[in-house]
T-cell receptor
Framework: GNSVTQMEGPVTLSEEAFLTINCTYTATGYPSLFWYVQYPGEGLQLLLK?????DKGSNKGFEATYRKETTSFHLEKGSVQVSDSAVYFC??????????????FGAGTRLFVKA | NAGVTQTPKFQVLKTGQSMTLQCAQD?????MSWYRQDPGMGLRLIHY???????DQGEVPNGYNVSRSTTEDFPLRLLSAAPSQTSVYFC????????????FGAGTRLSVL
């Protein structure tokens, strides 16, 4: 079945450092890929997405490229801020038999950014 | 904009009690889902619905029931609570399967003693 594996955290960085959070996936079809972010005490919210191979999703300085050859969707940001401290989830979504879709989430990576 | 609203925010139950977690969305989304979030395990899908009157099981459906009588509401019922159901529960909705971007509620933190 489908699965998502992302790097374990926590990741601790200083402000303005470069961020990479690795994410790899296995899928039988052609899924869409997502990064969601969860701030303390809140639900998840979409950060960025990509729907096909070589697509690049970007938002708020974060980027991720859908790499089918390496089955990866790594999240990057050139210069992190304290406000980026959160838990980041990689996810894939594929069609389900019922005509809807199913989303599989990775375990999440907690990011701490120090001033 | 209310978005996805979950109630209650916190709940403590004793083993064997039953309860219903409420979820409502005002975005006219067809797709709704329930997840549980446990440390180190990400979110796991409990049940989902592709429209009013249609529901299906996710990864971890045992011990939970759902129904979808209206587009807006998707309650999750715990039939006989067990300590293993201590978790944070999130409801999510989505407009359509082509985009399948999900909008999440703020969550319900449930403890079963």
């Amino acid at each position: 079945g489908n699965s998502v594996t992302q790097m374990e955290g926590p990741v601790t960085l200083s402000e303005e450092a470069f961020l990479t959070i690795n994410c790899t996936y296995t899928a039988t079809g052609y899924p869409s890929l997502f990064w969601y972010v969860q701030y303390p005490g809140e639900g998840l919210q979409l950060l960025l997405k990509a729907t096909k191979a070589d697509d690049k999703g970007s938002n708020k300085g974060f980027e991720a490229t859908y790499r089918k050859e390496t089955t990866s969707f790594h999240l990057e940001k050139g210069s992190v801020q304290v406000s980026d401290s959160a838990v980041y989830f990689c996810a894939l979504s594929d069609l389900a038999d019922t005509g809807g879709f199913k989303t599989i989430f990775g375990a999440g990576t907690r990011l701490f950014v120090k001033a | 904009n209310a978005g996805v609203t979950q109630t209650p925010k916190f709940q403590v139950l004793k083993t064997g009690q039953s309860m219903t977690l409420q979820c409502a969305q005002d975005m006219n989304h067809e797709y709704m889902s329930w997840y549980r979030q446990d440390p180190g395990m990400g979110l796991r899908l409990i049940h989902y619905s592709v429209g009013a009157g249609i529901t299906d099981q996710g990864e971890v459906p045992n011990g939970y029931n759902v129904s979808r009588s209206t587009t807006e509401d998707f309650p999750l019922r715990l039939l006989s609570a067990a300590p293993s159901q201590t978790s944070v529960y999130f409801c999510a909705s989505s407009f359509d399967r082509a985009k399948n971007i999900q909008y999440f509620g703020a969550g319900t933190r449930l403890s079963v003693l």
